[in-house]
Nanobody, 125 residues
Framework: VQLQASGGGLVQAGGSLRLSCAASGGTFGTYAMGWFRQAPGKEREFVAAISRRGKRTSYVDSVKGRFTISRDYTKNTVFLQMRSLKAEDTAVYYC???????????????????WGQGTLVTVSS
Protein backbone atom coordinates (compact mmCIF):
# COMPACT_ATOMS: atom_id res chain seq x y z
CA VAL A 1 0.00 0.00 0.00
CA GLN A 2 1.32 3.44 -0.92
CA LEU A 3 0.19 6.60 0.81
CA GLN A 4 0.69 10.06 -0.63
CA ALA A 5 0.05 13.01 1.66
CA SER A 6 -0.52 16.53 0.41
CA GLY A 7 -2.07 19.84 1.37
CA GLY A 8 0.47 21.25 3.77
CA GLY A 9 1.64 24.83 3.63
CA LEU A 10 2.06 28.09 5.47
CA VAL A 11 -0.97 29.54 7.22
CA GLN A 12 -1.56 32.23 9.80
CA ALA A 13 -2.72 31.37 13.28
CA GLY A 14 -6.49 30.99 13.29
CA GLY A 15 -6.54 29.81 9.70
CA SER A 16 -7.50 26.48 8.15
CA LEU A 17 -5.92 23.79 6.01
CA ARG A 18 -7.11 20.46 4.68
CA LEU A 19 -4.65 17.65 4.33
CA SER A 20 -5.25 14.76 1.96
CA CYS A 21 -3.79 11.29 1.85
CA ALA A 22 -4.34 9.23 -1.29
CA ALA A 23 -3.99 5.47 -0.94
CA SER A 24 -3.12 3.05 -3.71
CA GLY A 25 -2.13 -0.56 -4.08
CA GLY A 26 -4.50 -2.00 -1.53
CA THR A 27 -8.13 -2.31 -0.57
CA PHE A 28 -8.83 1.04 1.04
CA GLY A 29 -11.92 -0.08 2.86
CA THR A 30 -10.04 -2.71 4.85
CA TYR A 31 -7.68 -0.23 6.50
CA ALA A 32 -8.08 2.00 9.48
CA MET A 33 -6.30 5.28 8.82
CA GLY A 34 -4.58 7.82 10.99
CA TRP A 35 -2.70 11.09 11.02
CA PHE A 36 0.42 11.70 13.07
CA ARG A 37 2.67 14.72 13.34
CA GLN A 38 6.24 15.44 14.26
CA ALA A 39 7.46 18.85 15.33
CA PRO A 40 11.17 19.73 15.23
CA GLY A 41 13.02 18.03 18.05
CA LYS A 42 9.97 16.11 19.22
CA GLU A 43 8.65 12.59 18.95
CA ARG A 44 6.04 11.72 16.35
CA GLU A 45 2.65 11.96 17.99
CA PHE A 46 -0.84 10.75 17.25
CA VAL A 47 -3.32 13.30 15.92
CA ALA A 48 -6.42 11.49 14.68
CA ALA A 49 -7.68 8.14 13.44
CA ILE A 50 -10.72 6.79 11.63
CA SER A 51 -12.00 3.22 11.49
CA ARG A 52 -12.17 1.23 8.28
CA ARG A 53 -15.84 2.02 7.71
CA GLY A 54 -15.54 5.55 8.99
CA LYS A 55 -17.93 5.12 11.88
CA ARG A 56 -15.43 5.67 14.66
CA THR A 57 -12.91 8.44 15.08
CA SER A 58 -10.35 9.33 17.71
CA TYR A 59 -8.42 12.54 18.38
CA VAL A 60 -5.64 13.70 20.62
CA ASP A 61 -7.03 16.13 23.19
CA SER A 62 -5.12 19.11 21.82
CA VAL A 63 -6.99 19.03 18.48
CA LYS A 64 -10.48 18.02 19.58
CA GLY A 65 -13.04 20.45 18.30
CA ARG A 66 -10.59 21.91 15.78
CA PHE A 67 -9.58 18.99 13.53
CA THR A 68 -11.82 16.53 11.69
CA ILE A 69 -10.72 13.29 10.08
CA SER A 70 -12.80 11.82 7.27
CA ARG A 71 -12.44 9.43 4.38
CA ASP A 72 -13.79 9.16 0.84
CA TYR A 73 -14.06 5.61 -0.46
CA THR A 74 -14.68 6.72 -4.05
CA LYS A 75 -11.32 8.51 -4.04
CA ASN A 76 -9.40 6.18 -1.70
CA THR A 77 -8.46 9.25 0.27
CA VAL A 78 -8.42 10.25 3.91
CA PHE A 79 -8.64 13.90 4.91
CA LEU A 80 -7.67 15.97 7.90
CA GLN A 81 -9.57 19.25 8.08
CA MET A 82 -7.71 21.59 10.41
CA ARG A 83 -9.32 24.77 11.74
CA SER A 84 -8.33 27.42 14.25
CA LEU A 85 -4.73 26.51 13.73
CA LYS A 86 -2.19 27.43 16.36
CA ALA A 87 1.56 27.87 16.22
CA GLU A 88 1.95 24.65 18.20
CA ASP A 89 0.29 22.74 15.34
CA THR A 90 3.39 23.37 13.24
CA ALA A 91 4.84 19.99 12.26
CA VAL A 92 5.31 17.50 9.49
CA TYR A 93 2.06 15.59 9.21
CA TYR A 94 2.07 11.92 8.24
CA CYS A 95 -0.78 9.70 7.21
CA UNK A 96 -0.69 6.05 8.11
CA UNK A 97 -2.78 2.92 7.80
CA UNK A 98 -3.16 -0.60 9.08
CA UNK A 99 -5.38 -3.56 8.38
CA UNK A 100 -8.21 -3.56 10.87
CA UNK A 101 -11.46 -5.14 11.89
CA UNK A 102 -14.50 -2.90 11.86
CA UNK A 103 -14.51 -0.28 14.60
CA UNK A 104 -10.83 -0.39 15.47
CA UNK A 105 -9.02 2.90 15.94
CA UNK A 106 -5.58 3.12 17.51
CA UNK A 107 -3.35 5.94 18.62
CA UNK A 108 -0.17 3.88 18.88
CA UNK A 109 2.39 4.37 16.12
CA UNK A 110 3.39 0.72 16.33
CA UNK A 111 -0.03 -0.37 15.12
CA UNK A 112 0.42 1.35 11.79
CA UNK A 113 2.10 -0.56 8.99
CA UNK A 114 1.85 1.84 6.06
CA TRP A 115 3.17 5.40 6.15
CA GLY A 116 3.10 8.31 3.76
CA GLN A 117 6.00 10.67 3.19
CA GLY A 118 4.73 13.60 5.26
CA THR A 119 3.57 17.10 4.45
CA LEU A 120 4.77 20.21 6.28
CA VAL A 121 2.31 22.49 8.03
CA THR A 122 3.67 25.79 9.29
CA VAL A 123 1.46 28.06 11.37
CA SER A 124 2.72 31.59 11.83
CA SER A 125 1.72 33.49 14.95
Amino acid sequence: VQLQASGGGLVQAGGSLRLSCAASGGTFGTYAMGWFRQAPGKEREFVAAISRRGKRTSYVDSVKGRFTISRDYTKNTVFLQMRSLKAEDTAVYYCAGHGAIDGEVYDQKARYVYWGQGTLVTVSS
